[in-house]
């Protein structure tokens, strides 16, 4: 089964959003997972945020990233230049993909702001996630 590993530095955010669109979208070719450089467990605005859309980030739990899962994936995806640049090495057979994206648990103001930077961040990595599944899809019939 093809391996797909999304990274950011606290996997609590952008890389359990795009975790939760990739299973959503890629079906069951894919064992798709989420990790981070630190755990700061999983935001509870991104979970809102993702429910709107029809996204269950419920169960989703905050990772380190795993160096066995990671050495076995067809493609990384890092979703900031912190995971970017901290990754761990991986074998030349792996496709790395770069998704800077702006860290929506930084956002301050009132909660209707914060969760507009949610939804913003969301968006994006949806467009993000959906193109890549065509692409992917795309692949596999040439």
Not at 41 to 62: H, Y
Not at 103 to 130: M, S
Request: aromatic share 4%; net charge positive; with cysteine.
């Amino acid at each position: 089964m093809k391996q797909i590993y999304f990274l950011c530095t606290g996997n609590s955010c952008r890389s359990q959003m795009a975790e939760g669109f990739a299973r959503q979208l890629l079906g069951t070719g894919w064992q798709v997972a989420s990790a981070g450089i630190e755990t700061h467990g999983v935001n509870p605005l991104a979970v809102q945020v993702m429910q709107e859309v029809g996204v269950d980030m419920s169960a989703q739990t905050s990772k380190l990233i795993d160096s066995n899962y990671l050495n076995r994936c067809n493609l990384v995806v890092t979703l900031c230049g912190d995971a970017r640049d901290r990754c761990p090495v991986t074998p030349s057979r792996v496709r790395r993909l770069h998704w800077p994206l702006p860290d929506p648990a930084q956002a301050t103001g009132t909660t209707a702001e914060r969760l507009a930077a949610f939804r913003t961040v969301r968006d994006q990595i949806k467009q993000n996630v959906t193109a890549l599944v065509r692409e992917l899809g795309d692949a596999a019939c040439q």
